[in-house]
């Protein structure tokens, strides 16, 4: 009785590991083709346009790189908003 | 009725809460005190229930919850930075993103689900919670501010100003470019663990040559960043991957610092010890020139510090006589922890329009434990101790305990808010001896050789052995400024004088926590000198001690001679040891 326990025990286990398994092979294959399709095909039109999305160059010409933020209290809705 | 607002951190590193009660910040907790984990980042469910249970209200009491971030700002970034880094960034958007679908996208859900809420939710930027957190809790009415840490949604430094419950932050300086990276950078290239060992490095820095001159290293370091005159900087980033890989430092660093990443638990040699503290140096002198600037802009002679970056103790100390600042001010947990903090404040001060309050004073806003239950905890575990009759008996022991050598766990009141101990969770034991650090770390730590312990000196007593500012700043109440220890003096506290003379102290004043600053005094009777080794209750990679079962788990799991909790002594050797191998544990 104990053995039969243990074993589905194991077997529960198992089964649950291979779910896991099954499910991050998948994610990873769908990621994969969201980088490729998505990532991919806007990073290389955005290239062929010149379009950076981080400013990675270093400036001998500009005397500061601090830029405008001005943050400061907005009204209360907007702080509802994620973005 | 009373207004209650909820700060709520978490999906990053060191989760937490915080609870105001009509502007009086009246509980705030880590999650990983709770959880055990160290840097815990999921949902602090615990912390929060432990903030609504110590004031006897429940989630439907809460009027607003603020969250420190502006998660979907955070996640353009995240975006921005695979485009322009395909096909580099495959791998870590591959493992980064489903955390983003799953959780970091969903926070208004899991609040609502987590905690059955069905209040407000409101996102602040996580400068302004960090602003928020600095100068809404500070004594000041008007002060500059400057956060720095490692990144926010793109921000990685910015300065402002506050002035009565406003803030406004002015100006800011961008992802990639950030001095939190950098130090998280160089922390990984010498072989710590980032988010989590960047206090290592700051404290190796002192075994390395502290001269631009001679300092091999820093020089190398100075070249890959442009520093304006203003303190804005920006690194070649052909020397960095973070931006696009899980790994930090990149092998052009590597090529730079003349040797691969070194691996975990390795030697440091004195090569390790100049890069740490060319680092240092680099990052003092960004600091510098950015304060002096700050000053010039906002002409105010009050700065609050907040971010990662203003747990740099070594450097805070040093603020006071580089830069034109008078006064200044750090909260206890000036990392992303304490955002909780400033989430919470900012809806209550500056979008509500409520009239500051509160100034924190001491860090013990964490759970407590009478005495029937600590009692209780230990007759139910059948666990040998001896009970104090009275204070005075209490310290008389305790110290006299201390002075004869022992390790004691010390646990009393309200845990600490932060990551230091500051006498609530804490393990104290006596700087006199030379041999301490090497006997702490044997029974307890089993830390890197070269990281001090810090000492705690009661405020009346500080001007006396240390070199400090005057008057002293309160952020030295929370172990956040190093300072020198006056030279007639490093002899005589050999186990908490760093190889530099200097000394991480905390200050501890009467009325923040009485039996603590008792016991300094009657340890001072007997050795003439007030001074204890002050160190936090855990086993190295673990959290610090929140109940009495850790507390008393980890005595009995090192070598911790006595525990101290709340009026009941127990010996480690009157009772039976556990077969729990805290080396076996430790990880970091």
Redesign the interface.
């Known amino acids: 009785m104990k053995e039969l326990k243990n074993f589905f025990k194991g077997f529960k286990k198992g089964m649950g590991d291979f779910g896991q398994g099954i499910t991050s092979i998948v994610n990873s294959a769908l990621l994969l083709i969201v980088y490729l399709m998505g990532v991919g095909f806007t990073s290389i039109f955005a290239k062929l346009f010149h379009k950076h999305f981080l400013d990675r160059k270093l400036s001998t010409k500009d005397k500061t790189y601090w830029a405008d933020l001005s943050l400061k209290k907005k009204s209360i809705e907007k702080y509802y908003r994620q973005f | 009725m009373s207004v209650y607002i909820l700060g709520i951190a978490c999906y990053y590193h060191d989760s937490s809460a915080a609870l105001l009660k009509d502007g009086i910040l009246v509980a705030a907790a880590q999650e990983e005190r709770f959880t055990r984990k160290k840097h815990d980042t999921s949902f602090p469910i615990n912390a929060i229930n432990y903030c609504l249970k110590s004031q006897g209200i429940s989630i439907k009491d809460v009027k607003y919850a603020g969250f420190y971030e502006?998660?979907?700002?955070k996640f353009?970034r995240v975006?921005?930075?695979?485009?322009?880094?395909?096909?580099k960034?495959?791998k870590t958007?591959?493992s980064s993103?489903?955390s983003w679908i799953n959780e970091k996208?969903r926070?208004?859900r899991a609040t609502k689900k987590k905690l059955n809420y069905k209040g407000?939710?409101?996102?602040?930027?996580h400068?302004?919670a960090h602003a928020a957190s600095a100068f809404l809790v500070s004594p000041f009415e008007e002060s500059a501010i400057l956060t720095v840490d490692g990144v926010g949604e793109w921000?990685t430094t910015?300065y402002?100003l506050g002035k009565g419950k406003?803030?406004?932050?002015?100006?800011?300086?961008?992802?990639?470019?950030s001095i939190g990276l950098l130090y998280s950078t160089i922390t990984a290239y010498l072989g710590f663990s980032v988010n989590n060992s960047e206090y290592k490095v700051m404290g190796l820095s002192a075994y390395g040559n502290m001269d631009k001159e001679t300092n091999p290293y820093y020089k190398k370091l100075r070249d890959i960043v442009?520093i304006?005159?203003?303190g804005?900087?920006?690194f070649?980033?052909g020397y960095f991957i973070y931006?696009y890989a899980n790994r930090m430092p990149s092998k052009k660093l590597c090529r730079l610092l003349q040797g691969p990443i070194t691996k975990d638990g390795s030697e440091m040699t004195q090569r390790h010890k100049d890069i740490a503290a060319a680092l240092q140096l680099v990052t003092e002198e960004i600091l510098t020139s950015m304060l002096n600037h700050v000053h010039k802009a906002t002409k105010c002679d009050n700065i609050v510090l907040a971010g990662g970056v203003a747990l740099n103790s070594v450097y805070n100390g040093k603020i006071l006589r580089n830069t034109p600042f008078k006064k200044i001010w750090i909260q206890p947990d000036a990392g992303d922890g304490g955002t909780s903090v400033g989430a919470a404040f900012y809806?209550y001060n500056?979008?509500?329009g409520n009239k500051r309050n509160y100034v924190l004073r001491d860090a013990y806003l964490g759970p407590e434990f009478s005495t029937s239950s600590v009692r209780s905890f230990l007759d139910k575990n059948k666990i040998k101790y001896s009970e104090f009759k009275d204070d005075e008996e209490l310290l008389k022991n305790t110290s006299r305990l201390i002075f004869n050598n022992n390790v004691v766990g010390w646990f009393q009141g309200r845990m600490e808010w932060g990551p230091r101990a500051l006498g609530a969770r804490s393990i104290l034991s006596n700087p006199c001896n030379p041999k301490m650090q090497e006997i702490i770390n044997l029974k307890v730590k089993h830390r890197e050789k070269f990281r001090p312990f810090a000492p705690v000196v009661c405020e009346d007593d500080a001007l006396k052995y240390f070199d400090c500012d005057k008057p002293i700043p309160e952020p030295t109440d929370f172990m956040l400024m190093v300072y020198p220890i006056k030279k007639e003096w490093r002899s005589k506290i050999p186990a908490v004088t760093h190889v530099d003379g200097s000394g991480r102290l905390q200050t501890i004043r009467k009325d923040q926590n009485f039996l603590y600053y008792h016991l300094i005094k009657e340890f001072g009777k007997l050795s003439s000198i007030p001074i204890l080794i002050n160190t936090s209750f855990n086993i190295r990679g673990e959290p610090i001690v929140c109940t009495p079962l850790d507390a008393y788990k980890c005595m009995m799991g090192t070598g911790i001679d006595f525990l101290v909790m709340d009026k009941f002594l127990i010996k480690r050797d009157d009772n039976l040891q556990d077969m729990w191998n805290s080396e076996k544990y430790a990880k970091d």
Do not use: C, N, W
Not at chain 2, 120 to 125: A, G, K, T, W, Y
């Open positions: 502006k998660p979907f700002l353009e975006l921005f930075q695979h485009l322009e880094m395909f096909p960034s495959l958007f591959i993103i489903p996208l926070v208004v407000d939710v409101l996102f602040i930027e400068h302004l921000t910015a402002g406003d803030i406004e932050l002015m100006k800011e300086l961008k992802f990639p470019y442009d304006k005159d203003d804005s900087f920006r070649d980033m931006h809806i500056s979008i509500l």
